[in-house]
C-alpha cells in the first residue's frame, strides 16, 4: 500500500506550489474567486399565496359617498365588537397570566394536562381519544398545515373542496403538493359531488380535505352524507384531514356530526380550536385530534406529528393555562347566544340577497358564511355581508362593485 504526501502552497500572488514527497510541481496561477452578493428568496416562498390575505392585507376600498356604508369583514368576529366573547373567558386568561405559572416553554405539542383536557372534551365512544392523541397548535391553521405535512410528500396530490378555503391550496403548493379539487353542488346546498370525488383519486392521493361546517359555503353536512363521504375514502383507502373549525356552530335545524365518530376504518386527522366558538381567533390556540380506530396510522403518523411540532414551540402558554377553564366554564348561554345572532344575521343576508335581480343565495346552515350564484363568498357575523373576490371580479358578480354602482 503506498502513501503519498501532497503539501499545497499558495502565495499572495495566487501562485499554486504542490509538493509530493519532496518533489516540487508549480501550476501557476489560479483564477481567484470575487465574492458577489446572490441573495435571493427561497422557492417555497415564491410558491406560496394567499389570495384572501392578499386581498384584505392590501385592501383600500373608497365608498360610495351617496350611499350609507356596509361593513365587509371577514371570518373574524371581533372586527366589529358586536360579538365578543364571553367574561369567563377572558377571566380565565387573567388568572393564568397572574398565576406565573406560564411564562416559560412549553413541550412543543402542549402541556400534557391541556391535551388532557382536549382529549375528554371531544372523546365519545364512538370516537374515544386520550391525551396522546391530542397535539396542540397555533390556531386551526397550524394545525391543518402540520396535519397535510405529515400526511403529504412533495409530488403527492390531496383532494380539496371547490368552493373552499383558500389557505389548503397556499399549503399545499409551498410543500410541492399538487392540488385536486373536487366539485361541491349548490343545488344540493353544497354537497359533496361523490361521483367526481371518487374520479379524481390516483396513486399519488395522500389525503381527502373534508370541511365541515363549511367555510365558505355555509352548509352543515348530513349524517348520510358523511356516511358517504367515508365510504369513498374507505375504498380508495385514502385519509380524511378534517377541518371543523366551525364544529357545533350550526344552527337549531341542523345537527353537526363530527365525521371521526362515524368512521369506523378510515383514520383521520380533525382539526379545530378556539378561534371561532369562543370568537377569539387572535389568541392562536388550535389543535389536532388523532382518530384511528384501526391503527392505520400507526405510531409513524403520531410521532411524525410530533417531529414537526417541535420545529417551533407550539400555541401560547398562558392560553394553554387558561384552557380548562374555558371549556368547562363557558356557559351555554353564550354559545346560544352566539347561534342565535348569526343565526338572525344569515336570515337577513338571505333575504335581502334573494330580492337581488340576479342573485341566488343557498340559504346556510350553520358557520358564518353563504355563498350567492357560486361566485360570491358573503360573511354574515357583521349586520350585512363580506365578499371576497379570490382575485378575479367584475359588477354583475361582486357585491362591492354592486354597491358601489
Keep these: 500500500l503506498r ?58 376600498v373608497e365608498p360610495n359617498p351617496n350611499k350609507p356604508m356596509i361593513s ?23 388568572e393564568a397570566l397572574d398565576s406565573g405559572n406560564y411564562n416559560g416553554y412549553a413541550p ?52 380539496v373542496p371547490r368552493p ?25 346546498s353544497w354537497e359533496i359531488d361523490l361521483k367526481h370525488l371518487e374520479s379524481l383519486v390516483d396513486a ?24 358517504k363521504i367515508l365510504a369513498v375514502a374507505s375504498r380508495q383507502c385514502v385519509p380524511i384531514l378534517a377541518d371543523e373549525i366551525y364544529g357545533d356552530m350550526v344552527f337549531a335545524e341542523c345537527k353537526y356530526e363530527p365525521i371521526a365518530t362515524l368512521s369506523t376504518n378510515v383514520p383521520i386527522l380533525s382539526c379545530g380550536g378556539l378561534a371561532k366558538r369562543w370568537l377569539v381567533p387572535g389568541w392562536r390556540m388550535g389543535w389536532i385530534l388523532v382518530n384511528d380506530r384501526r391503527d392505520i396510522f400507526g405510531n409513524e403518523i403520531r410521532n ?25 366554564r363557558t356557559p351555554p348561554e353564550f354559545y346560544h347566544n ?28 350553520g358557520a358564518m358564511y353563504l355563498m350567492v350564484s357560486e361566485a360570491l363568498m358573503c360573511h354574515f357575523q357583521s349586520i350585512a355581508v363580506c365578499s371576497v373576490c379570490a382575485g378575479s371580479c367584475c359588477p354583475a358578480q361582486c357585491l362591492p362593485c354592486l354597491l358601489k354602482m
Aim: proline letters at 6%; aromatic letters at 6%.
Design 72 to 94: 365587509l369583514s371577514l371570518g373574524d368576529p371581533t372586527v366589529f365588537g358586536n360579538l365578543p366573547t364571553d367574561d369567563e373567558v377572558i377571566q380565565a386568561v387573567k
Design 164 to 188: 373552499g378555503f383558500s389557505l389548503y391550496k397556499t399549503l399545499a403548493l409551498s410543500m410541492g403538493i399538487e392540488v385536486k379539487f373536487y366539485n361541491l353542488l349548490p343545488e344540493k
Design 338 to 365: 352566539t347561534l342565535s345572532f348569526l343565526k338572525s344575521n344569515a336570515d337577513l343576508c338571505y333575504a335581502a340577497l334573494s330580492a337581488v335581480s340576479g342573485l341566488q343565495p343557498v340559504r346556510p346552515s
Design 204 to 227: 399519488k392521493t395522500a389525503c381527502l380535505i373534508v370541511n365541515n361546517p363549511s367555510n365558505p359555503c355555509g352548509s352543515v353536512f348530513s349524517k348520510s352524507h358523511l356516511q
Design 304 to 328: 411524525g406529528l410530533v417531529s414537526l411540532s417541535q420545529r417551533i414551540l407550539g400555541p401560547c402558554t398562558i392560553v394553554q393555562g387558561a384552557l380548562e377553564h374555558i371549556i368547562h
Design 3 to 60: 502513501m503519498d504526501s501532497y503539501l499545497i502552497q499558495m502565495n499572495g500572488n495566487s501562485d499554486v506550489h504542490v509538493h509530493r514527497n519532496g518533489n516540487s510541481l508549480s501550476l501557476g496561477k489560479v483564477k481567484s474567486r470575487k465574492p458577489r452578493w446572490a441573495v435571493r428568496a427561497s422557492e417555497m416562498s415564491k410558491k406560496t399565496f394567499n389570495p384572501i390575505r392578499a386581498i384584505v392585507d392590501t385592501m383600500k
Design 108 to 159: 412543543s405539542v402542549g402541556y400534557q394536562s391541556c391535551r388532557q383536557v382536549v382529549a375528554a372534551y371531544y372523546s365519545c365512544p364512538e370516537a374515544p381519544l386520550e391525551a396522546q392523541d391530542v397535539i396542540l397548535t397555533s390556531g386551526c391553521s397550524q394545525a391543518i398545515e402540520l396535519a397535510l405535512a405529515v400526511l403529504a410528500n412533495p409530488g403527492q396530490n390531496i383532494l
